[in-house]
């Protein structure tokens, strides 16, 4: 028997936890994003020659701002630092992408690492995704202090991951080790169904205070 070499998601088997979590998506959705290629770069943001072949590569700028993204949800550009960027794409790219940034930086001091296999994105959405982060993340969370294209390295129930803003509505993607992906997964819906939970009990209260 031959052993396949298929990349296997270590969310594979949420699928029905997370459309059980999903059921009021306007509250609250989750799911995981299997396979997103994430490609690490870094090189000299000061040297036009760099910032204009990453810009030939990509298609858009690098982001200039600390913690912010650049590009779109198909291809972005995540700030990690001064000198280093998450670059990430549709699954299956990371080999292509990783190529086209070499060739485009060839002699140029850089660095380029494909990551992909390192992580999985879990995304969240609805209006409970907000003060289910602010639950375990000291980031102030409010859509007037972090909004899109903002980004963060921080830490979500003590586990270290990156935080994407993904649109100008409470859309988010969370970049996390494959490690602690399960442990992450379960923060979060254990923290939406205490969300739901509270929303409940305070419609119920409105409604007795009504009759």
């Not at 994430?38 to 204009?52: K, P, V």
């Not at 000198?83 to 794409?89: G, N, P, Q, S």
């Not at 299956?92 to 992909?116: K, P």
């Not at 994407?164 to 997964?185: G, I, P, W």
Request: aromatic share 8%; glycine share 8%.
């Amino acid at each position: 028997m031959t052993a396949s070499t298929e990349r296997a998601s270590p969310l594979a088997d949420w699928s029905a936890r997370f459309a059980t979590a999903s059921a009021s998506a306007a509250h609250f959705s989750i799911g995981e994003l299997a396979g997103v290629t994430q490609i690490n770069l870094r090189g000299d943001a000061g040297d036009a020659g760099f910032t204009a072949a990453v810009r030939g590569a990509l298609g858009f700028d690098l982001p200039a701002t600390a913690n912010t993204w650049s590009g779109g949800l198909g291809r972005a550009a995540i700030w990690l630092g001064p000198d280093e960027w998450l670059l990430t794409a549709p699954p299956g790219e990371n080999t292509t992408f990783e190529s086209t940034l070499r060739s485009a930086l060839r002699g140029m001091h850089h660095s380029v690492v494909d990551l992909s296999a390192n992580r999985t994105v879990i995304a969240i959405s609805g209006s409970d995704a907000r003060p289910v982060l602010a639950k375990g993340c000291s980031l102030d969370l409010h859509a007037a202090a972090f909004a899109a294209p903002q980004s963060a390295q921080t830490l979500l129930a003590k586990v270290q991951l990156i935080l994407q803003c993904a649109d100008a509505k409470d859309a988010f993607r969370l970049y996390v080790r494959n490690s602690f992906a399960h442990y992450v997964a379960e923060w979060l819906t254990d923290a939406a169904a205490e969300s739901a939970a509270s929303r409940a009990l305070d419609s119920e209260r409105i409604a007795a205070r009504l009759r």
